[in-house]
Structures are given as C-alpha cells and as structure tokens.
C-alpha cells in the first residue's frame, strides 16, 4: 500500500498536470472548456483530502485480485454463464407479447333476446352502451 507522502506527491503531481490543461484548455477553446478541466482537476485533491484515492485503490485492488481468480476457476465460469442465462432470458421475455398487448383481443359485447351480456375482460356498461345505441338504429 501507499504512504501519505506518496498520495501526496501523486496528488500535487496531477493537480499541477491539470492546471497546465485547464490554462491551454482556457486558451484555446474559450471559457466553458477552462471551466471543465478546472472542474476535473479540482476532483484529485477532493479525493486525496477526503481519503478516497485510498478508498478507491483498495477497490481497484480488490477487483484485480477478483478478476485474476476468475480466469483460472471453472465453477465462476459456470456461475458465468448462468448469469447471461438469466439476462438473455429476462430480454426474450420483456420481448414477448403478454396477454395485456395482444392486438386480437379486442372486447366485444354478445346480444342475447332479453339484453346484453358482456364477454369476460370487456366492461359490462360498454356493452350495454352498445345495445342501446343498436337498438335506436345507431351503430
């Protein structure tokens, strides 16, 4: 692991590298492209004075430590493969059509001699609706 002397000089080091690109930056391209690169190098001493840069080199070490094992055990290859097993089968079912957005059921109202009745899914009122509107010669 790193010292606090080291975090330090790698600090001052790419602050002073992001200062030289927000004065060319600045020059070159205008106001709004100084401001971004001002803004991206002020990031470095906010994560060395908050202690992040740690924080986040023992992340980055943890991931290489677990991406190392992952090469060379079988059992994570299959853990592998269930997992994209698992998304391609969410996508085909996302895919699929449910019983909500078939386009061919479509509600209709069966008439009988004594009224209406209402197929099962179609609104009841609808239906009646309809066969009052048939029934004054409106269709």
Excluded: C
């Excluded at 986040?56 to 592998?80: E, K």
């Excluded at 059509?97 to 059921?105: L, S």
């Amino acid at each position: 692991m790193l010292d606090s002397v080291t975090w330090g000089a790698f600090t001052l080091t790419f602050t002073v590298l992001g200062g030289v690109g927000t004065w060319l930056a600045y020059r070159r391209r205008g106001l709004r492209s100084g401001l971004r690169w001002a803004a991206t190098t002020l990031l470095v001493p906010a994560a060395y004075f908050t202690r992040s840069l740690k924080m986040l080199s023992q992340i980055g070490s943890a991931i290489a430590s677990w991406a190392t094992s992952f090469v060379w055990n079988p059992l994570v290859w299959v853990g592998l493969g269930l997992g994209l097993l698992s998304v391609g089968l969410f996508v085909v079912a996302a895919r699929l059509p449910g019983p909500e957005r078939r386009a061919d059921r479509k509600p209709q109202a069966v008439t009988s001699g004594t009224g209406t009745a209402a197929l099962p899914g179609s609104d009841p009122e609808l239906a009646e609706i309809e066969a009052l509107l048939k029934r004054r010669g409106i269709s």
